[in-house]
């Protein structure tokens, strides 16, 4: 059995490397946690937001990495389910696919993404009830436990996982996590109490998940690591352990995400507004940032 160094070190040497440079932009979401639109749906609050998000960054040409748990996948046993819920957002998540801009990683959620039959079984078309046949979806992807993204001019690196590498419990244990879920704490989440195991709602668990990142970080020369999973943003300013987080799209009433554009890096929100005239409408907010990702220097 690994050790949460160890996973994560295998997580970095197995990882995918797409090359980039400081005319490319890359926007990261994660924690999605798609469902079926019923009332144990997390997703179904914000996907409008994530919807018209995600849009927009396609039309300005923008690069969609998902890292990890995009699609709830404990609570939800299969995904046509949850394809049908949400059809609007996948067409766009094909439309970056059509145009060979996204790269997906597996979290603890999806963890069933790994096995490449799998993914070939249940993503690779969809049945179109206009026409009556099965229509390509994302046809020969292949999920990723790591992407590195290797800048071609300084050969900077930012690595990006889901961080549940981390988590011993919801790593060598997902399948009984996954179990639990599915019999004790989806219908205990639709009374309001909250599964104690996730990261995400257990801040004792998810300081010591942040811990064991920052060391691994801090043992590859403060090497940019971006991760999810814990649902909690963070975004170092230079000089510090380099360990960020991008959040989630199950925040209340908004989702946070990671930019990387013009060489620079940017910890962003989208949520809602009232205009002066009563409309509500959907909106970019910058939290931190942008800083050049060559400020944070490898030591």
Request: hydrophobic content about 35%; charged content about 30%.
């Given at each position: 059995m690994f050790s949460s160094q160890k996973r994560l070190d295998r997580a970095y040497n197995n990882a995918k490397v797409i090359t980039f440079d400081d005319t490319s932009k890359f926007i990261l979401f994660?924690?999605?946690h798609r469902g079926d639109n019923s009332i144990a749906d997390d997703f179904a609050h914000n996907r409008n937001i994530y919807y018209h998000a995600l849009q927009q960054y396609f039309k300005?040409?923008?690069h969609y990495c998902e890292l990890g748990d995009g699609d709830?996948?404990?609570e939800n046993l299969t995904f046509k389910s949850i394809f049908d819920a949400h059809k609007n957002v996948y067409m766009v998540?094909?439309?970056f696919y059509d145009d060979n801009r996204l790269d997906l990683i597996w979290g603890n959620h999806d963890m069933v993404y790994r096995k490449d039959s799998y993914v070939k079984k249940n993503l690779s078309t969809f049945f179109d009830p206009k026409t009556g046949l099965n229509t390509p979806l994302f046809t020969d992807i292949t999920y990723q436990e790591g992407l590195i993204l290797r800048h071609k001019d300084t050969a900077q690196e930012v690595f990006l996982t889901h961080g549940h590498q981390a988590d011993w419990w919801n790593y060598e244990c997902w399948k009984l996590s996954r179990f639990l879920v599915q019999v004790l704490w989806k219908p205990l989440n639709v009374m309001g109490i909250s599964d104690p195991t996730s990261p995400g709602k257990n801040y004792?668990?998810?300081i010591r998940i942040e811990r064991r990142i920052k060391k691994w970080?801090?043992?590859n020369k403060n090497l940019i690591t971006i991760v999810g999973h814990t649902h909690r943003p963070r975004f170092p300013e230079p000089g510090h352990i380099a360990f960020f987080n991008d959040g989630?799209?199950?925040h209340p009433h908004s989702i946070t995400g990671i930019e990387i554009e013009h060489g620079e890096i940017s910890l962003i929100k989208w949520d809602t507004s009232t205009t002066d005239e009563g409309y509500f409408r959907i909106v970019r907010t910058v939290l931190d940032g942008?800083?050049?990702l060559i400020d944070y220097k490898t030591s």
């Open positions: 994660s924690d999605c300005n040409g923008f709830e996948l404990w998540m094909k439309a004792t668990e998810l970080i801090k043992n989630s799209c199950v942008p800083k050049k």
